[in-house]
């Protein structure tokens, strides 16, 4: 069971270059979010869905973009990269909403040079 | 303003030893709180919850103690385990209300368990 997937692992942008960070669930859960985590702030709320095609901001959504087309997908897009943005990044999902007990995937590490 | 505050960035204890990691909120309306559990290069890990109608809550060797007039809550690692050195997250959230709110966490306290 692969639970919540991100790709890529590591990723290196320049600044003003755009990329695409993917998720996948298959626990079928409905809720779907995304996390940064930088040194000495915790676990910040970026953008969440509670279910496909219903997506809505978290604490620091600027500059970036979601969209949920299907249940098992919620990739995350950097639009123009900034050295702000450099982070460590979380998906999750839950079965019970946005309350309740996440899943995360693995994380992805982004540098923006 | 934090809502979450975990305000010892590290806790240092003898393996063996009791481990106790403190999770201090603002937001009188949080019913739920939880900690997760983060290990280098891995995504953080459901460790135990506890409710707003409970006081205790406990799994083998983690409880969580809820005190809700002082709005701390703390998280009782007996006896701490080397693999239990880890960065603790707690977390808290309106979910037994009408309507859900998303999970507010704190900084992270960083556990280290010596042999």
């Known amino acids: 069971n692969a639970g919540v997937t991100q790709t890529p692992k590591f990723q290196v942008l320049k600044t003003g270059q755009s990329m695409t960070l993917q998720c996948a669930q298959d626990?079928?859960?409905?809720?779907m979010s995304w996390y940064r985590q930088d040194p000495g702030m915790g676990l910040r709320l970026i953008h969440y869905s509670v279910g496909a095609g219903i997506t809505d901001q978290g604490e620091v959504p600027n500059g970036y973009n979601v969209s949920r087309s299907t249940t098992e997908d919620f990739p995350l897009r950097l639009l123009s990269a900034a050295p702000s943005q450099t982070s460590v990044y979380f998906c999750?999902?839950?079965?019970?909403?946005?309350?309740?007990?996440?899943?995360f995937g693995e994380g992805s590490r982004l540098t923006v040079l | 303003d934090q809502q979450v505050k975990q305000n010892s960035p590290s806790l240092s204890v003898q393996e063996g030893r009791i481990s106790i990691l403190n999770c201090d909120y603002t937001n009188s309306m949080f019913d739920y709180f939880l900690w997760y559990k983060k290990y280098p290069a891995e995504g953080p890990t459901f460790l135990i919850s506890?409710?707003?109608?409970?006081d205790k809550n406990e799994d083998g060797r983690f409880t969580v103690f809820l005190n809700k007039s002082a709005k701390h809550l703390s998280l009782h690692i007996v006896p701490s385990q080397p693999g239990d050195s880890a960065v603790y997250f707690c977390a808290a959230s309106t979910y037994y209300g009408g309507s859900q709110g998303n999970l507010i966490f704190g900084k992270g306290t960083k556990l280290s368990v010596k042999p």
């Open positions: 626990m079928n859960h409905e809720y």
């Open positions: 999750a999902s839950s079965r019970t909403g946005p309350s309740g007990e996440l899943f």
């Open positions: 506890i409710s707003s109608i409970k």
